[in-house]
């Protein structure tokens, strides 16, 4: 083969490769995937699909990649199967999902995405067209090929791409991030510290703080259920409400200046005002519509703060009521807890530790619990052996909760139960569908 040497090929010769070998791919991937940003070979490596290939440059010579490497991506992504009606939203989203503070990595997918679309007046029917100068790949997938737009009320876009491009994307993410954190190791950098114990104050909160007429900072009034059992979409159009919550205390932390008002997505009632960070930590993390990925920060939710955390999601009369969650938080509930004993480990320097990172869908509505059914998974095991690891229905896993709710937070159980029903609204907000229809955002 041109370009080889001591089983390396040259960048341009690995593009070439890279499109032959995956030209009846079902998922479409783009040229130029090893000398176009985002691709970045001087880093030492090359994200393909979910695969990562290192890059190496000989002394004097070219950057080059091991042919053995393409060849090895292309027939994973081979493998892939592509439904291009199984769809995920990836946005936009009225507040982006944010990453785990120690994930973020270069590739930064959804981010990218956004950013593009947002810049092009015309969306993806902008971007299908193929003269547009800006890339159009990631890890070597072309996905403006596989991007769906659909609109709401004839202005609202929202866009979409196929489920297994998107964990494809997952998988690239994970896989730059395992690789950046082994590099630093390497190199003798500090390892990743560990989350804080409390959320960290926002930078804005820490530079605007409210001040009292004498000129010094006014500190933040505790909140006391002041707007327990108001509605959301009642309470956020009154004049003077942003101005309101800013006066008091974050409800959960305690120790930072409130700036949202947190609710209920899927009753509609306020919860409490929160710190931006609170409110951050408060929502599941990479939420496609009906699939999360259950984040490492669910061990400080669900043990060393669960007491605030329960209080603050029961401040809303429909999920006290029902004594159970909002369906994601249930959802992430049951995987991280209910379904640990079912999380298989794998054996590491220094003892074993949890196999893969925790993702768990749904199917259904929550408005008919009999239909929904909770399935909890692995992505990114190691050696690619564990997959589904449980299917809960809805039904069962809020009679678990709440059997672990009495025994964990008494308190807090007392105060639910079907006798609270009073004042609740006769229909709640529907913010599930059947996922074999259309609208499946949450929010």
Not at 74 to 97: K, Q, S, Y
Not at 299 to 325: K, Q, V, Y
Not at 417 to 443: H, K, M, N, W, Y
Request: glycine residues 6%.
């Amino acid at each position: 083969m041109p370009g080889r040497a001591d089983g390396l090929i040259t960048l341009g010769t690995a593009d070439a490769l890279w499109v032959d070998l995956t030209a009846d791919s079902a998922v479409p991937t783009a040229p130029d995937a090893f000398t176009r940003p985002p691709a970045h070979a001087r880093a030492g490596y090359v994200l393909l699909g979910g695969y990562l290939a290192t890059t190496v440059q000989p002394s004097g010579g070219q950057w080059s990649v091991p042919e053995t490497a393409v060849r090895q991506a292309a027939a994973e992504l081979n493998t892939v199967e592509m439904d291009r009606h199984d769809l995920i939203r990836i946005g936009p989203f009225r507040t982006a999902p944010r990453q785990e503070p120690n994930e973020e990595t270069p590739l930064r997918w959804r981010q990218r995405i956004t950013e593009e679309l947002l810049q092009e007046p015309d969306g993806p029917k902008r971007a299908a067209r193929h003269d547009v100068g800006r890339p159009h790949h990631l890890a070597g997938i072309d996905w403006r090929q596989t991007l769906v737009e659909q609109t709401r009320d004839g202005t609202r876009r929202t866009w979409w791409l196929p489920r297994a491009v998107v964990k494809l994307l997952d998988a690239a993410e994970h896989a730059e991030t395992q690789w950046v954190r082994a590099a630093r190791r390497r190199q003798g950098g500090a390892a990743a510290p560990e989350p804080p114990s409390h959320p960290r104050r926002p930078r804005d909160a820490e530079t605007r703080e409210a001040t009292s007429p004498q000129g010094r900072p006014a500190s933040p009034r505790p909140y006391n259920n002041e707007l327990e059992g108001q509605l959301y979409s009642v309470l956020s159009k009154k004049p003077g409400t942003s101005r309101k919550v800013t006066g008091w205390a974050c409800a959960v932390c305690r120790t930072t200046p409130a700036t949202v008002l947190d609710h209920c997505h899927e009753h509609g009632y306020v919860r409490a005002p929160v710190c931006q960070s609170c409110n951050t930590q408060e929502r599941p993390d990479h939420l496609y519509s009906n699939d999360i990925r259950v984040a490492n920060r669910y061990t400080r939710l669900f043990h060393t703060d669960t007491d605030d955390w329960l209080r603050h999601w029961h401040r809303c009369p429909g999920c006290r009521a029902r004594t159970t969650l909002p369906l994601p938080h249930l959802a992430a509930w049951t995987a991280h807890t209910a379904c640990r004993s079912l999380r298989p480990t794998h054996q590491v320097p220094r003892g074993r530790k949890p196999c893969g990172v925790l993702r768990v869908s749904w199917t259904g509505s929550q408005q008919a619990p009999r239909s929904c059914l909770l399935t909890v998974t692995v992505d990114f095991c190691p050696s690619g052996e564990h997959r589904i690891l449980a299917q809960v229905s809805y039904r069962e896993a809020a009679e678990r909760f709440g059997t672990w709710l009495a025994g964990t937070a008494p308190d807090v159980a007392a105060a639910a139960g079907p006798d609270c029903l009073d004042g609740l609204p006769a229909q709640p907000r529907s913010v599930i569908t059947d996922t074999s229809g259309e609208g499946l955002a949450l929010f």
